[in-house]
């Protein structure tokens, strides 16, 4: 601060304090805030830039006057000043102001003349030529800010709301991929389930055959012996039949081995041509019965 500003006590007088033409550079915030009783505060015809955030914290101000300044923004938090009435920006490099100017609800007059402000804004700001329309503007600026707000807080809930839905969405996204991963890996157990059990019921039907095999197999011995021993007996035949011809037919029907193969062979033979007597009286009997049944 500029050394002649160095104690406020000699710039109040009542509620008000007067620091107009004191070339500050910037607002002695701290020392105002010494003094709330000090209500309003004159700080034009300096060459002040810029108001510190701090200042939003002097919300016992009523009355304050930046005329003939260098302002070229004012701090965010300035509709924290509740209590602020009046508010002279005149002949500033304003262009816009704090959307929070909205919750300004006693400011009652504004001057915003010879301040480069943006078309939308200085249409609501008007004129400013005297009291009617200062107290205008203060309304116009107050509720276009207001209007802001409102859109602003719109503008938000439907992020917000757009935020959520896609949040919705791609947690419905994530359910159903993760359902058809449940799906596909159930789809695949079950196939392999399935496949299990075709080949344990191959395995068992293919266990099945080969005991069907071997039963089948088993009594293939037994045929296999009888075939042996029909050899033999036809062998043993064979032979007996060799022995008999050369007992019979050779000079060994003499010798006492064929002796006795010789007599068997007759015996046989005698029994056989009186069986033979005995099937031919039979087969007349049967000839002569059918005979009688035929012409009765």
Do not use: H, S
């Given at each position: 601060l500029n050394n002649k500003v160095l104690n406020l006590k000699d710039k109040i007088s009542g509620n008000e304090v007067d620091l107009s033409l004191c070339n500050l550079t910037e607002v002695p915030v701290r020392e105002l805030a010494l003094f709330p009783k000090a209500t309003v505060v004159d700080l034009s015809c300096n060459n002040i830039t810029s108001l510190p955030p701090e200042f939003c914290n002097l919300t016992h101000l009523v009355?304050?006057?930046l005329s003939k300044n260098q302002l070229t923004c004012l701090p965010d938090d300035l509709g924290n000043l509740a209590n602020l009435q009046h508010l002279d920006l005149y002949n500033n490099k304003l262009t816009v102001l704090p959307v929070s100017f909205s919750q300004l609800r006693s400011l009652k007059w504004l001057d915003l003349?010879?301040?480069?402000?943006?078309?939308?804004?200085a249409k609501a700001a008007g004129d400013c030529l005297d009291e009617k329309q200062c107290k205008q503007c203060a309304s116009k600026v107050t509720e276009k800010y207001r209007l802001e707000r409102k859109k602003e807080a719109k503008q938000r809930e439907r992020?917000?709301?757009?935020?959520?839905?896609?949040?919705?969405e791609k947690a419905?996204?994530?359910e159903k991929r993760r359902k058809e991963y449940n799906a596909q890996k159930a789809a695949i157990a079950a196939q392999e389930q399935q496949k299990k059990k075709s080949e344990e019921?191959?395995?068992?039907?293919?266990?099945?055959?080969?005991k069907k095999v071997v039963v089948e197999s088993?009594?293939?011995?037994r045929r296999s012996l009888i075939g042996l021993l029909f050899k033999l007996l036809l062998l043993l035949l064979l032979?007996?039949?060799?022995?008999?011809?050369?007992c019979r037919l050779t000079?060994?029907?003499?010798?006492?081995?064929?002796?006795p193969i010789n007599v068997a062979v007759d015996d046989s033979l005698f029994w056989a041509r009186e069986q033979e007597g005995v099937v031919r009286q039979l087969v007349q009997n049967l000839v002569d019965l059918k005979t009688e049944r035929t012409f009765q």
């Open positions: 009355k304050v006057d003349k010879d301040n480069p402000l943006e078309p939308v804004l992020e917000a709301r757009e935020k959520e839905a896609r949040k919705r419905e996204e994530k019921k191959k395995k068992k039907n293919g266990q099945a055959a080969g088993a009594p293939k011995p032979g007996l039949a060799g022995v008999v011809t050369a000079d060994l029907q003499k010798e006492d081995v064929c002796v």
